[in-house]
């Protein structure tokens, strides 16, 4: 898709995650019915923690922009991997793949950081009680909430930055059902070993900083914990951190998985799969494990639901 040898490519070919035909039908139907059940969980989680009062707490609030984010990442990335399985050949113009990269870049930072928010609430909840009110004000939330988005916006365009030095000037066939940056480097004529290491800066600040910050929340909280005398007391204190665990567990195990590793240990079909994982996957289970594992989510549920049947 070059003129010449030193200009741009405008569209690329996405290999997609399977190049075996008969996969293909299966795995549509595998994907919608994951993009269904991750639209109606995270919407209805939205819904559900908007209409009832005493869901508006602030660990609830971090909850309410874990869906929102769990649901746009998700509709970034799984419209244009489902039009890969049924269309002859899967291509998005160059614009449309920076836009998709740029929109998963800010998403997935925010996510990491929405979740070590939520570790911090958890820690104050759990070690300082009597001053949690205080301490997760509206206003600490927001402020909260800004330092989110903001590192949103840092991922992004400080993977747009390494990209837009980039030329792609010959092979326009990435190896991946979406554009990521590690696919788009393999194309490029110019990448270099800076390339490379500007990704796993950016990564490390995008994975490694809210894993620190989560560890040392947790750190706190297991001490507290082990400090409190009565069995149920311990056990009540736990359960409230038990999705959140599950939650980051699986994100970041899959995440780090995929991008701390050299591309010459983890070969990028392996890569595709671990993509899948919390690209898809991840997002869909969210908000199964908060309703599934939690008595807030389950009340507000049944009383909704009541009201809308006797309504």
Known sequence: MAADNTSSVIEFILTGL???????????????????VTV?????????????????????????????????????????MLMGFVSEKNIISYTGCITQFFFFCFF???????????????????????VYTVTMSPQVCLLLLLGVYGM?????????????????????????????IIPLL????????VNLLVVFIVVTIGIGVPIVTIFISYGFILSSILHISSTEGRSKA????????????LFFGSGAFMYLKPPSILPLDQGKVSSVFY?????????????????????????????????
């Open 108 to 130: 997935v930072f925010s996510e990491s950081y929405i979740l070590s928010a939520m570790a911090y609430d958890r820690y104050v909840a759990i070690c300082k009680p009597l």
């Open 40 to 80: 109606v969980g995270n919407l209805g989680l939205i819904t559900l923690i908007g209409l009832n009062s005493h869901l508006h707490i602030p660990m609830y609030f971090f909850l309410f922009n874990l869906s929102f984010i769990d649901f746009s990442y998700s509709t970034t990335l799984t419209p244009k």
């Open 279 to 311: 690209t898809a996957v991840v997002p869909m289970l969210n908000p199964l494990i908060y309703s599934l594992r939690n008595k807030d989510v389950k009340v507000a549920l049944k009383k909704t639901l009541s009201i809308k049947i006797f309504s």
């Open 186 to 193: 393999e194309l490029s004529c110019n990448s270099s070993y």
């Open 18 to 36: 399977t190049d075996q035909a008969q996969l293909k039908i299966p795995l549509f139907f595998l994907f919608l019915s994951f993009y269904v």
């Open 152 to 180: 949103g916006v840092f991922g992004a365009v400080a993977h747009m930055g390494n990209i837009m030095f980039m030329t792609f000037c010959g092979d326009n066939l990435v190896n991946h059902y979406m554009c990521d």
């Open 238 to 249: 736990f359960s409230t951190c038990s999705s959140h665990i599950i939650v980051v567990s």
